[in-house]
Nanobody, 114 residues
Framework: VQLQASGGGLVQAGGSLRLSCAASGSIFSINSMGWYRQAPGKQRELVAV???????NYADSVKGRFTISRDNAKNTQYLEMNSLKPEDTAVYYC?????????WGQGTQVTVSS
């Protein structure tokens, strides 16, 4: 499984961004997909996950502001981020998990200015 992330950038507080992560390869084996983020000096944290059956889960810090979704026809997952805060600033990494492996996309920088 290969993952290609895109969509990061610089936005003012209160603004919105949408991250995309396109999957290719053995996508039929993917059980879940999602996003982690890592801010400078902090541990990587799980932001959102979506399972193959459509269930989703979010970190408490982003609930009500972020929405994860997937377009199976395009083999792409999205992270819609609204009401962004400076504390959302981080490198965001998409991932895909199969029964045996965890795959990562390259990071995409999200910077929220106050």
């Amino acid at each position: 499984v290969q993952l290609q992330a895109s969509g990061g950038g610089l936005v003012q507080a209160g603004g919105s961004l949408r991250l995309s992560c396109a999957a290719s390869g053995s996508i039929f084996s993917i059980n879940s997909m999602g996003w982690y983020r890592q801010a400078p000096g902090k541990q990587r944290e799980l932001v959102a996950v979506i399972w193959s059956v459509g269930n989703t889960n979010y970190a408490d810090s982003v609930k009500g502001r972020f929405t994860i979704s997937r377009d199976n026809a395009k083999n792409t997952q999205y992270l819609e981020m609204n009401s962004l805060k400076p504390e959302d600033t981080a490198v965001y990494y998409c991932y895909a998990r199969t029964r045996a492996e965890l795959y990562w996309g390259q990071g995409t920088q999200v910077t929220v200015s106050s």
